[in-house]
T-cell receptor
Framework: ETGVTQSPTHLIKTRGQQVTLRCSSQ?????VSWYQQALGQGPQFIFQ???????GRGNFPPRFSGLQFPNYSSELNVNALELDDSALYLC???????????????FGPGTRLTVL | KQEVTQIPAALSVPEGENLVLNCSFT??????LQWFRQDPGKGLTSLLL?????REQTSGRLNASLDKSSGRSTLYIAASQPGDSATYLC????????????FGQGTTLQVKP
């Protein structure tokens, strides 16, 4: 158990809908990252939030957006869902102190999103 | 552009064997490399983290090495057990002002009793 929690566990949506996924970071951590993992693939970096601001983004369109709250929990929002958005969405938390931060990232159990 | 490759994609061994999983990366400018374990449909569990200045890390039956100059890391598992069956992922942190990780596609290991 890493102390990182995600909700919901599973979610089924239809194409064109919007979805919000939630993540609670481990105590003492100030940074949350989101990853998308398609079946049989490694996770792909979506974006990272540090001190409530986006701090780096991967190759994902603007319909993927996020928020980080003062308690360092985070949301991932995906608008206009497409079939290819079906994946396991993972969040990871760490205590980030800048470019030379060396802390391990701790991952939550993930949310399985299915888009029909 | 940093790319991470893991070979083999799948591996099946009898219980008790020692084994090596391989990870290669194209850009040696990394801050650290991390090995994770993932059980089917689950999140990632961190196994070992090697800083760019280190050559290896050990935890129990696991030993990870890092050779930045050649862009390679190996994860050595001693005396494998059926409970080691899982997908093993390596990830590099390329540095910069984020903690972004770049993952390989993983090696799925099956240890047969």
């Amino acid at each position: 158990e890493t102390g990182v929690t995600q909700s919901p566990t599973h979610l089924i949506k239809t194409r064109g809908q919007q979805v919000t996924l939630r993540c609670s970071s481990q105590s003492g951590h100030n940074t949350v990252s989101w990853y998308q993992q398609a079946l049989g693939q490694g996770p792909q970096f979506i974006f990272q939030y540090y001190r409530e601001e986006e701090n780096g983004r991967g190759n994902f369109p603007p319909r993927f957006s996020g928020l980080q709250f003062p308690n360092y929990s985070s949301e991932l929002n995906v608008n206009a869902l497409e079939l290819d958005d079906s994946a396991l969405y993972l969040c990871a938390s760490t205590r980030f102190s800048g470019p030379v931060s060396t802390d391990t990232q701790y991952f939550g159990p993930g949310t399985r999103l299915t888009v029909l | 552009k940093q790319e991470v490759t893991q070979i083999p994609a799948a591996l099946s061994v009898p219980e008790g064997e020692n084994l090596v999983l391989n990870c290669s990366f194209t850009d040696s400018a990394i801050y650290n490399l991390q090995w994770f374990r993932q059980d089917p449909g689950k999140g990632l569990t961190s196994l070992l983290l090697i800083q760019s200045s280190q050559r290896e890390q050990t935890s129990g039956r696991l030993n990870a090495s890092l050779d930045k100059s050649s862009g390679r890391s190996t994860l050595y598992i001693a005396a494998s057990q059926p409970g080691d069956s899982a997908t093993y992922l390596c990830a590099v942190r390329p540095g910069g002002n984020t903690g972004k990780l770049i993952f390989g596609q993983g090696t799925t290991l099956q240890v047969k009793p």
